[in-house]
């Protein structure tokens, strides 16, 4: 993936959680073996290289200035929480266009209006897929009286 450093400049880090940011900061210590403050190209490639990967010296140095904010030449702990909720805002657009698509192949339109089939979406999670869950007692829940499924009650239904 590569990363928009626009985009990644706009980023709240308040975006994260209290628990992710005490992870992220957990996380960057791990790296951050000489406590400089910094996760340098050094660590990063001793950090990489327990993960099994092999970078050159070129990949550490692009990696680095991908996300390198401060323009240091080292990750600070700000650019580190930053990247975590960069990938976080990616993961929910993804999230949330993956929803959509699923909503307009059921029979619902690109603008998020119309709807969904009851049976026909419980047809394709049972015989598609094969899952056993009780949909029609969830579905119940959401729109007790809708043979239908509007966009909201859709996603609802498929986040949960």
């Known amino acids: 993936m590569s990363i928009n450093m626009d985009d990644l400049k706009k980023v709240n880090v308040d975006t994260l959680t209290a628990k992710e940011k005490q992870k992220c900061y957990e996380a960057f210590v791990a790296f951050d073996k000489n406590v400089s403050g910094y996760i340098e190209k050094d660590e990063l490639r001793a950090v990489l290289e327990e993960m099994g990967q092999k970078p050159s010296e070129e990949e550490l140095i692009k990696m ?24 976080k805002m990616i993961l929910q657009t993804s999230d949330e266009e993956d929803i959509k698509l699923a909503f307009i192949a059921l029979g619902g339109n690109e603008d998020k209006t119309g709807s969904v089939d009851r049976q026909k979406l419980i047809n394709v999670i049972q015989n598609e897929f094969n899952l056993s869950i009780d949909l029609n007692r969830l579905i119940k829940e959401l729109s007790p009286n809708q043979n239908e499924l509007k966009y909201e009650d859709f996603r609802n239904l498929l986040q949960n």
């Open 64 to 87: 680095i200035n991908e996300v390198d904010l401060s323009g240091r030449g080292a990750i600070s702990k700000e650019d580190f929480l930053k990247i975590i909720a960069y990938h």
